[in-house]
């Protein structure tokens, strides 16, 4: 088999070698041996009617003519892959226009010098055969380069990404995989074969396609794909024992070819079914040019991304507060390269502090307001609801009144999911803060505004996170409950909307992204196992803890009487929200202490106060 090789190898050098040369070297040559046969078939083999020397002034027309033609046209340029449809395409105008300057020099010029029929069948000749060692010249290019991997993968999508995906596999020497069946739900794919891979059935065959082809390895072909199909696919792949493969979404692809360093495992995006929205934010932020921006929470994680993505459209000064001074010094590294903590920019200082806060905003005037600092975690905040009063409800009043006073222009206070319908102290201090936000719009020119959004990927306390950190040290995964759902988005996307709020939300407005559908924790939960132990025997075990106090089973994006209304973006509502006059919440809440029932059951109440009128059974909350 060496020698074989041997000359395989020297054939595929000496091709791609002198590829300049021999392609148009040989079309000429065919132009005059086609030309020769079928002028002697024209003539019944009579050769003494074919006159020499009028023969070779047409041979040399052909021969020229087409080597020049073909310059002009690109062909011998190396521009295209040998064999490609391009190449095809430039090869029809060449023969064509060296047929014509032959039909031109035998008609126009009356010189006869082969019969005309010679000189049409001569041209289909030519270009099927320089087709035909065209074809053999990219069959040698492609045995040459095919990989010798031996892992059999299905690939999910017979669309262009999937064409692009068999076609990188193929020609790839580096690629680890070997497709050898393609899935597309569309009736009108099966059957149909790209590069000798057949569809050979839709996602339901997933699994007797697999242990058909001894594959354990599918590859969702699909950029596009939607949260419902990327989980479906997850789960039927689990059926088979099947790893699980993707691609980025096409707005994450560097190029408009697939190939196969694009192929990657599942992302927490795909193991959520959350694919990123682009809310086409650039085409609207211009509100934060050469604006004072200051971001409270900066240290958090929104808070961070909105720092981050707000330097993007160039304000004149980005105020990053936050009482965590190690969360500022991460936030600085990741914008600026370096965390000398130098800057009067930085803020450290805790939104509770009225009076520290009033300064800031004397220093800075800030223009634009992003409110991202908050207690978030539920079950802490039930055991401890004077604390989430403090930072989410006195906090944001804190804010918004100092705002409205120093002129604050856009005041954007980012909200949660659990402020729809609340049964959580949580839920309750975010739905008290939504109300207080849109008391203040009531007057005056400035915008004020909510931003409300399901759990975040990546963020602080995150599910993923802590499923992964409990599978690792090999303790039982904690679902609360089997049949539990949450929404979930990413980081950006947040973000996004955070900053889109302030250029296309009213005043009083609540702005809700749509989310998709809830995921299922526990399918998360099952995938992660899967995904950290292939084999079976060493997965680790889930244990249900039951629902926490306050927690709902499915969470839910609007409250009761809300109306999804999406005047602006077909992906964005808004939503009216009551407003909650301050002095009305002070009243309520002022120096109100008890146990932690107590104390929710008085959030619960401030809930639903209306505008006037306080009432008289208040709970002292107040230090002891």
């Known amino acids: ?98 047929t014509a300057m032959l039909l031109a020099y035998d008609v126009g010029l009356h010189r006869r010098s082969v019969p005309l029929s010679a000189v049409v069948v001569s041209a289909a000749g030519v270009f099927i055969v320089a087709e035909g060692y065209r074809a053999v010249w990219r069959m040698i290019w492609e045995y040459r380069t095919r990989p010798t991997a031996t892992k059999p993968v299905i690939v999910y999508g017979a669309g262009t990404a999937g064409h692009q ?137 929104i808070g961070s991304e909105l720092c981050r993505q707000i330097t993007r459209f160039a304000p004149a000064e980005l105020i990053m507060l936050d009482r965590d001074e190690s969360g500022l010094h991460q936030v600085q590294l990741s914008i600026e390269g370096r965390a000398t903590l130098d800057s009067r920019s930085l803020v450290v200082c805790d939104i509770r502090d009225r009076e520290a806060l009033a300064e800031v905003f004397d220093e800075h005037r800030p223009e634009v307001v992003f409110h991202a600092a908050a207690l978030k975690h539920l079950p802490l905040l039930e055991m401890w609801p004077a604390e989430a009063i403090k930072t989410n409800v006195v906090g944001t009043q804190n804010l918004v009144e100092i705002a409205k006073a120093t002129g604050v222009a856009e005041f954007i206070n980012i909200s949660t999911d659990k402020a729809a319908n609340p049964t959580s102290v949580l839920g309750y201090t975010k739905r008290i803060a939504e109300r207080l936000t849109a008391a203040a719009s009531s007057d005056g020119d400035a915008t004020f505004l909510s931003v409300r959004f399901g759990n975040v990927l990546g963020s602080r306390g995150s599910v993923l996170k802590t499923f992964r950190e409990q599978i690792k040290e090999g303790h039982p995964v904690t679902v609360t409950h089997p049949e539990v759902t949450r929404y979930f988005m990413t980081v950006e996307e947040a973000v996004q909307l955070v900053i889109q709020a302030g250029a296309i939300g009213e005043n009083g407005e609540v702005l809700v992204l749509d989310m998709g559908s809830p995921v299922r924790i526990d399918d998360v939960a099952r995938q992660l196992i899967k995904q950290a132990a292939p084999d079976s025997t060493r997965r680790s075990e889930i244990v249900y803890t039951g629902l926490r106090p306050g927690e709902k089973l499915h969470e839910e994006l609007f409250g009761a009487g809300e109306v999804d209304v999406r005047p602006r973006h077909p992906l964005i509502s808004h939503v009216s929200v009551p407003a909650l006059a301050l002095e009305h919440l002070s009243s309520h809440l002022n120096g109100t202490r008890g146990s932690a029932a107590v104390i929710a059951k008085t959030l619960r109440e401030a809930c639903s106060l209306p505008l006037s009128e306080p009432q008289a059974d208040t709970v002292d909350l107040s230090p002891s």
């Open 1 to 98: 088999m060496a020698p074989v090789r041997r000359v395989r190898r020297g054939i595929y050098l000496i091709l791609r070698r002198f590829r300049t040369i021999l392609l148009p070297l040989t079309d000429a040559v065919s132009w005059v041996v086609l030309l020769y046969v079928i002028s002697v078939l024209r003539f019944d083999l009579h050769t003494p009617q074919i006159r020499a020397e009028k023969f070779a002034v047409a041979a040399a027309i052909a021969a020229l003519g087409q080597i020049a033609l073909g310059y002009i046209t690109v062909l011998y340029r190396s521009r295209w892959r040998v064999g490609s449809f391009e190449e095809a395409r430039a090869l029809a105008l060449t023969v064509t226009g060296t």
């Open 165 to 301: 995906v068999i076609q990188s596999l193929l020609t790839d020497p580096s690629s680890p995989y070997r497709p050898v069946a393609l899935l597309d739900d569309d009736p009108e794919k099966q059957n149909l074969r790209i590069r000798h891979v057949r569809v050979a059935g839709g996602g339901d065959d997933l699994v007797r396609v697999a242990k058909a082809n001894g594959a354990n390895v599918v590859i969702v072909a699909i950029p596009s794909a939607g949260s419902e199909l990327i989980r479906e696919v997850t789960r039927r792949a689990d059926e088979a024992q099947m790893s699980v493969l993707t691609l980025p979404p096409v707005s994450e692809l560097f190029s408009p070819v697939v190939g196969v360093a694009d192929i990657r495992p599942l992302t927490d995006e795909d193991l959520l079914g959350r694919r990123t929205i682009d809310t086409g934010v650039e085409e609207i932020a211009g509100y934060l040019e050469g604006r004072r921006v200051l971001v409270t929470g900066a240290g958090g994680s």
